[in-house]
């Protein structure tokens, strides 16, 4: 198994560019989500997903649109990118996304939005 | 939305010193983790611990869910361990459900 694998590793945006960061698993697992990760600071959930078309809202969602067509893919895209949208970007995915579920998270994307 | 709050922020130790590295958060959970992310960025899941005790290696960890905290416990530590520490964890609620609440983690440092 691959795991949790995201694409790009590192990515330069200007402001305004839009851009889709990719996030794919191989575990059959229903539930995927997006954190971006600020310098000293812990994860924070941007939108995840509990199943192939279905997708909500977390702490910090504007700025970003998800879709989930397959069961595999969970991408994030950014319309129009900002200075503040610099950021370590996580995608992770587990069975369910209660109780009893470890996430597994990708090895992350670096972007810098100047 | 529930809190989770990491102690201590930074910790320096010596190869082969002991520590404990504490979580506390805000209100009922049925999922917690703690993640090891490396110098290198990556996040690796340690233990799934909403309650009770367990070890792998020279780490151990203590839920006390009815006290709402957690402890990580690192023995013999060794240069690798460095790193940050976090501590995650999903509420009961239902508008909790799915969503990992992170703590902002215990910076290690350890020297040889």
């Known amino acids: 198994n691959a795991g949790v694998t995201q694409t790009p590793k590192f990515q330069v945006l200007k402001t305004g560019q839009s851009m889709t960061l990719q996030c794919a698993q191989d575990m059959n697992h229903e539930y995927m989500s997006w954190y971006r990760q600020d310098p000293g600071m812990g994860l924070r959930l941007i939108h995840y997903s509990v199943g192939a078309g279905i997708t909500d809202q977390g702490e910090v969602p504007n700025g970003y649109n998800v879709s989930r067509s397959t069961t595999e893919d969970f991408p994030l895209r950014l319309l129009s990118a900002a200075p503040s949208q610099t950021s370590v970007y996580f995608c992770?995915?587990?069975?369910?996304?209660?109780?009893?579920?470890?996430?597994?998270f990708g090895p992350g994307t670096r972007l810098l939005v100047l | 939305g529930i809190q989770v709050e990491q102690s201590p922020p930074d910790l320096i130790l010596q190869e082969g010193a002991n520590s404990t590295l504490r979580c506390n958060f805000s209100d009922s959970v049925n999922n917690l983790q703690w993640f090891h992310q490396n110098p290198w960025g990556q996040l690796i899941n340690l233990f799934y611990?909403?309650?009770g005790t367990k070890q792998n290696g020279r780490l151990s960890a203590t839920t006390v869910a009815t006290e709402r905290y957690s402890l990580l416990y690192i023995s013999s530590s060794q240069t690798t361990d460095s790193g940050v520490y976090f501590c995650a964890v999903v509420g009961t609620t239902t508008d909790s459900w799915g969503k990992l609440q992170f703590g902002a983690g215990t910076q290690v440092v350890v020297t040889p």
């Open positions: 992770a995915s587990s069975r369910g996304g209660g109780s009893g579920e470890t996430q597994y």
């Open positions: 611990i909403p309650s």
